[in-house]
């Protein structure tokens, strides 16, 4: 307890150099990753478009490839044939997602576990996920009262029983919130481990003992991260193809 006491004051979440603008705080590092990712999906695209052919496929062609197979048979399942015009977006945030969790094993840090990542995953820190979460939510609300209309999208909550009405509104509001947490929690937890560790360690084992560990926990979470990155990113990408099939549903 003593240990955990004398640790807690020595972490520092989303310690980073920000900046104003109209009263809203920017994390330099944050918008700085993201902007990475975004330039290295749109290099991606270009690549994929000179290289694209009929014949014999490239690797990245066959990637791409095996990935919008697998989305549109995710798509088909859930949704149904209609649902193939939400398969170029669940392909976008899946290999956005991944390249963003995936940024992490690039190593950006001037000194493990003490300096903060120069190019931390954007999906660790929560303003990313909660922002696609939110364009996710608004998709589906425009996408519902498409399908169903105003007034029959406000009375679909109260089906089937007019009781459960409350009930559904709070499911509904609380999906951008999982969403958001989900995926969140699942990148910072690697971030908090670290800290943890490097605290902890050096009070154990002294400044050397405690940087070995952080290597040894660092190196075996980066293993471990490869995995959980792309499974999350396939989470989000499913959840948001389930969500905008269940907007898109009528009753008959």
């Not at 690797?59 to 949704?79: A, C, G, H, N, P």
């Not at 050397?208 to 075996?220: E, K």
């Amino acid at each position: 307890m003593r240990l955990l006491a004398a640790a807690k004051p020595q972490i520092q979440i989303g310690d980073q150099p920000t900046f104003h603008v109209l009263g809203l705080t920017f994390d330099t590092y944050i918008i700085a990753s993201t902007l990475v990712v975004a330039g290295f999906m749109l290099a991606l695209v270009v690549l994929l478009r000179r290289s694209a052919t009929s014949a014999a496929p490239g690797k990245l062609q066959m990637f791409f490839e095996y990935v919008v197979d697998q989305v549109r048979d995710l798509t088909s399942s859930v949704i149904g044939p209609e649902g193939e015009q939400y398969v170029p977006l669940g392909v976008l945030l899946f290999v956005f997602i991944l390249a963003c969790n995936w940024l992490e094993f690039i190593p950006t840090q001037l000194q493990v576990g003490v300096s903060p990542e120069l190019l931390p995953p954007p999906t660790a820190d929560i303003n990313l996920p909660l922002a696609m979460a939110l364009s996710v939510f608004i998709l589906c609300q425009i996408v519902a009262v498409r399908h169903r209309g105003p007034v029959g999208n406000f009375k679909h909550y109260w089906k089937p029983y007019i009781v459960l009405g409350p009930i559904n509104f709070i499911e509904e509001i609380t999906k951008p919130i999982t969403l958001t947490l989900r995926l969140f929690g699942n990148l910072f937890a690697g971030t908090l481990l670290l800290l943890v560790v490097a605290v902890v360690g050096d009070q154990l084992l002294g400044p050397i003992g405690g940087g070995s560990m952080v290597f040894i926990v660092g190196l075996l979470w980066k293993v471990f991260g490869l995995f959980i990155g792309a499974i999350q990113a396939l989470i989000f990408s499913l959840l948001t193809i389930m969500y905008l099939g269940m907007a898109s549903a009528t009753e008959h």
